[in-house]
T-cell receptor
Framework: RKEVEQDPGPFNVPEGATVAFNCTYSNSASQSFFWYRQDCRKEPKLLMSVYSSGNEDGRFTAQLNRASQYISLLIRDSKLSDSATYLCVVGRGSTLGRLYFGRGTQLTVWP | SAVISQKPSRDICQRGTSLTIQCQVDSQVTMMFWYRQQPGQSLTLIATANQGSEATYESGFVIDKFPISRPNLTFSTLTVSNMSPEDSSIYLC??????????FGSGTRLTVV
C-alpha cells in the first residue's frame, strides 16, 4: 500500500467553481501534513500546511482527520491560475524535509 | 526562506556514465534532501544528507548507485552512477528550513540515452 493515496483526477472545472481534492495516508504516526502545488515542468512549491483544527488561506481550505487518516483541500472561486498539479504530502517522523508525496491530482480551470 | 540553486538544470547522458548534480543553499542548513521524480510519477525521497556524516538512504536506494557528498552546511552533491535509461528523471534537492517543510531547488532534468 502506498504511503499517500490521492484522487487520480484530472479535474476540469470552469472559472469560479469550487473543487475538492482528497487524500489518505497509511502511517498513523505521521505528524506533519501539507499540500504542495506543482506547475508543469517546475519544482513543487508549498501551498499550505494542514493542521488538525483545519486551516484556511484565502480561497484555499485544508482539513485533516487523523482518525480517518484523511486530508482534503478545497479551492473556492477557482481561477485560471489555479491550474496545476496538487500534491498531498505527509511528513516522515519529526524531520520536516523527509516527505512522502502523493502522485498528485491535476487541475485544469477553463474560462 | 532558503534559496536553493541546482546545477546542471538539465543534461543528456550516455548509458553507463555518471553525472554529478550540485545543490547550493544560500544559508547554513543541517539537513539536505535528494528526491527523484520519474516521468508521470510523484517525488520519491532518495536520501538525507547531513554534514559530517554519511547520507541516510531510503529503501530501494543504495550508496553505490547514488553517492552523496555533504562537505559543508551549504552544499551537497548527488551522483547518479552507471546510468541506464531508467534513471531518466528529475532530481530535486531540498532542505529543512527553520522548522518549515522543504523548499525545492529547480531540479535537474536528466535524460539517459
Amino acid at each position: 500500500r502506498k504511503e499517500v493515496e490521492q484522487d487520480p483526477g484530472p479535474f476540469n472545472v470552469p472559472e469560479g467553481a469550487t473543487v475538492a481534492f482528497n487524500c489518505t495516508y497509511s502511517n498513523s504516526a505521521s505528524q506533519s501534513f501539507f499540500w504542495y502545488r506543482q506547475d508543469c515542468r517546475k519544482e513543487p512549491k508549498l501551498l499550505m500546511s494542514v493542521y488538525s483544527s483545519g486551516n484556511e488561506d484565502g480561497r484555499f481550505t485544508a482539513q485533516l482527520n487523523r482518525a480517518s487518516q484523511y486530508i482534503s483541500l478545497l479551492i473556492r472561486d477557482s481561477k485560471l491560475s489555479d491550474s496545476a498539479t496538487y500534491l498531498c504530502v505527509v511528513g516522515r517522523g519529526s524531520t520536516l524535509g523527509r516527505l512522502y508525496f502523493g502522485r498528485g491530482t491535476q487541475l485544469t480551470v477553463w474560462p | 526562506s532558503a534559496v536553493i540553486s541546482q546545477k546542471p538544470s538539465r543534461d543528456i547522458c550516455q548509458r553507463g556514465t555518471s553525472l554529478t548534480i550540485q545543490c547550493q543553499v544560500d544559508s547554513q542548513v543541517t539537513m539536505m534532501f535528494w528526491y527523484r521524480q520519474q516521468p508521470g510519477q510523484s517525488l520519491t525521497l532518495i536520501a538525507t544528507a547531513n554534514q559530517g556524516s554519511e547520507a541516510t538512504y531510503e529503501s530501494g536506494f543504495v550508496i553505490d548507485k547514488f553517492p552523496i557528498s555533504r562537505p559543508n552546511l551549504t552544499f551537497s552533491t548527488l551522483t547518479v552512477s552507471n546510468m541506464s535509461p531508467e534513471d531518466s528523471s528529475i532530481y530535486l534537492c531540498s532542505v529543512e528550513d527553520r522548522a518549515k517543510p522543504a523548499p525545492f531547488g529547480s531540479g535537474t532534468r536528466l535524460t539517459v540515452v
